[in-house]
């Protein structure tokens, strides 16, 4: 059963794997790590410690465009969508990859409800910052603050988020 309001937070493994749940956590689901899209020139960012950063279903266009006349198309106007990557290298032909293939190279991550509010807290240091009194230390990683994209666009995280502290440096 559900945790009485309970809150969600979102853990990135930035592998393959699904990560598993902190404890004191219980998953919800799984999913496949969406970091940004862009469509028309225009950006959107997701927060990475919410639940809209972890998509079931992965798809390089996770969004459509409808028009006044109900008419939908996706990746119509230069739209891209970015997503956490895995330590898997690149092919060395560097050649498009389409389909399953692409797979290995995106993060998984797993949605979790939480019995209280999660937040992060940076040191700005290379030291590991301190819980504040009373709390508990979920996990220890890098400050994650913003990203760029095509043309002027780009996005970032709050840094309470849960998603300003991803586990692995990249």
């Known amino acids: 059963p559900s945790v009485a309001h309970g809150f969600l937070v979102t853990r990135h493994s930035q592998t393959i794997e699904e990560p598993s749940c902190p404890f004191g956590t219980r998953p919800m689901f799984y999913g496949y ?4 899209v862009q469509g028309n020139q225009r ?4 927060d990475l410690g919410s639940a809209g950063s972890c998509l079931r279903k992965f798809s390089t266009m996770p969004f459509l465009f409808c028009n006044i006349n109900n008419v939908c198309n996706f990746a119509s106007r230069n739209d891209y969508s970015y997503w956490l990557s895995t330590p898997e290298p690149m092919p060395m032909s560097m050649a498009p990859l389409t389909g399953e293939s692409i797979k290995p190279f995106i993060s998984r991550c797993a949605v979790c409800e939480a019995p209280s509010m999660v937040i992060a807290v940076h040191s700005q240091t290379v030291q590991i910052p301190p819980c504040p009194e009373g709390w508990n230390s979920l996990w220890i990683g890098y400050s994650f603050v913003m990203h760029t994209s095509a043309g002027a666009e ?3 995280q709050a840094l309470a988020s849960p998603g300003s502290c991803l586990e692995e440096f990249r």
Do not use: D, F, I, K
């Open 43 to 46: 950006a959107h960012g997701q």
């Open 33 to 36: 790590s969406l970091l940004y």
């Open 154 to 156: 780009g996005s970032g």
